[in-house]
């Protein structure tokens, strides 16, 4: 064997070799052990029901409105969630005033508030944003706010003699970029929290479409092949979401932090 | 001009059980313009402490120090600081360090750069322009923090231990381009350091300070030519009455 062809087989082949091994196994198992399309769908069964929501459209209709929820939700978490870990970081007295209140609602459930999420924007995307939201929000604040707290005291003194020496300039120049990597890696966990609120959230009830309602909808219709094929999409989707945010953060936001991983 | 007084300043800190230590005692010196002095004493004599007060990032608690017979109350540009540790931003890169002070002032993007870039080329790091500090030795980076501090033509430049870390060797090389540096800018610069060595290498005025509370024990002006050569018998002499008098103080 050249030594090219052991460095492939150790470089990716392992990978490759084991899921391929899973996959012969899932299938066997499946098709000849369970033998029962209900209990156990097999692989082929899942690709073909997969091929189907691609051939109706169903696939591209409900990952549309799975990233709108996803969206509103992570996107309001940032907008209300920085500037709160911005100024509770920074500022003492925000501390004290935001505390006591993020002590008590955060400990709550996020898929507690579907209830009301219904009562306050009926079945609507706002709707099942708004749990993501719920999910996604504490653990931006929290890392925000970390963050600016561990700001070095040593750059903020560089900082003021160097003539920048008022509140919103050393947070913009100073602490902001000092606490990037903890505010990027609350985003991750928010991401991925998020990410299972909005498929509880379709799940339950606060929307009539997405890709966690159609989980639901096809276990209704005892079609437990789709089933599993959305549960793989979003398995899928929760990865890639999170490996294009690490790219994009590692590779151009924190540069300077070689060979660190949020 | 760059006249630093200093009159009568002390300074305490509370520390958690509700006393305070006395850091400076009624501490009272002046500075002349384009002097190079530095400060040296038992360590935990609050000479970090003095300069940190100069800076304005400490405000004492009775006494004054003006710049140029103007208060100083809190740090602004006209004084530079070169810190002990790795202060640069490690986010920016060396030429964006170098820029923030001038960009801080209100200059133009292209005006900073400039400045910056004339800098750079003074501590003789071009070539690392775009690198980004964890890049970079730590003789280096101090480079860059002398350059960044000089970038804001501070009338005095003010110095905490500033090769400390640095081995023996680059803390040679960079005491004697600091000293190129301050014949090319004739600004003021006040330097602590606990080296004997360093400071009768450089200094035109060395203050040798007591240990807690801090005061000013004796100012002895440096008489030897420059460029100076550290194995002389001149400054082996001085350097002995230096150790004499540090060793007087670690007693007490």
Redesign the interface.
């Known amino acids: 064997m050249s030594k090219d062809s052991a460095k492939g087989l150790s470089g990716r082949g392992i990978e490759l070799l084991s899921l391929a091994t899973a996959i012969v196994i899932w299938q066997l198992v499946a098709a000849h052990i369970v033998a029962d399309k209900f209990l156990l769908p097999s692989f082929t069964d899942v690709l073909f029901a997969f091929l189907r929501i691609v051939e109706t459209g169903a696939l591209f209709t409900d990952l549309s409105i799975s990233l709108l929820h996803f969206g509103i939700g992570i996107i309001s978490a940032l907008v209300i969630g920085i500037p709160i870990g911005v100024s509770m970081g920074w500022f003492k007295t925000a501390n004290r005033a935001f505390d006591p209140i993020i002590e008590i609602i955060r400990p709550i459930p996020p898929l507690a508030w579907i209830p009301f999420a219904i009562i306050w924007f009926g079945l609507t995307h706002i709707s099942a944003g708004f749990v993501v939201f719920v999910g996604a929000v504490f653990p931006i604040i929290i890392n925000t706010f970390d963050g600016f707290k561990s700001v070095p005291k040593?750059?903020v003194?560089?900082?003021?003699?160097?003539?920048?020496?008022t509140s919103v300039?050393l947070i913009r120049?100073?602490a902001f970029?000092?606490a990037?990597p903890s505010i990027a890696s609350g985003i991750r966990i928010a991401m991925g929290v998020g990410w299972m609120c909005l498929v509880a959230a379709e799940m339950f009830g606060v929307s009539s479409s997405g890709l966690g309602y159609k989980i639901w909808w096809h276990y209704y219709l005892h079609q437990m092949d789709f089933v599993l094929v959305y549960m793989l999409i979003l398995g899928f989707l929760g990865l890639l979401i999170d490996r294009i945010f690490r790219w994009y953060v590692d590779g151009r936001l924190l540069?300077?932090?070689?060979g660190v991983v949020v | 001009m760059g006249e630093v007084k200093i009159s009568d300043v002390s300074l305490a800190f509370d520390k958690e059980n509700g006393e305070s230590t006395l850091a400076l005692d009624n501490v009272s010196l002046e500075i002349r313009d384009k002097e190079f002095i530095c400060f040296i004493g038992p360590s935990g004599c609050g000479k970090t402490t003095l300069l940190r007060t100069i800076a304005g990032l400490e405000t004492p608690d009775s006494g004054e120090i003006t710049l140029d017979g103007e208060r100083i109350t809190v740090p602004d540009s006209k004084r530079g600081m070169v810190f002990q540790e790795y202060s640069l931003f490690p986010w920016n890169t060396v030429i964006q360090n170098i820029t923030f002070g001038p960009r801080m002032q209100g200059m133009s993007k292209g005006e900073s750069l400039e400045r910056a870039e004339k800098y750079l080329k003074l501590v003789g790091l071009e070539q690392f322009r775009n690198s980004y500090p964890y890049e970079l030795s730590g003789g280096m980076r101090q480079r860059v923090a002398i350059a960044r501090a000089l970038a804001n033509e501070p009338k005095v430049l003010l110095m905490d231990e500033p090769f400390g870390a640095l081995d023996a060797q680059t803390r040679n090389t960079l005491q004697n381009e600091l000293l190129d540096v301050w014949a090319k800018n004739q600004i003021t610069i006040v330097f602590v350091t606990h080296s004997v060595d360093e400071a009768v290498f450089l200094a035109d005025k060395i203050v040798v300070m007591t240990a807690r509370p801090g005061k000013i024990k004796k100012v002895i002006n440096v008489e030897l030519p420059r460029p100076r050569d550290r194995t002389s018998s001149e400054a082996n002499e001085l350097r002995h009455k230096l150790l004499r008098m540090l060793a007087e103080e670690r007693r007490n």
């Not at chain 1, 540069?255 to 070689?258: D, E, F, L, S, Y």
């Open positions: 040593i750059y003194e560089a900082a003021k003699v160097l003539g920048c020496m300039p120049h100073v970029p000092s990037l540069k300077w932090r070689a």
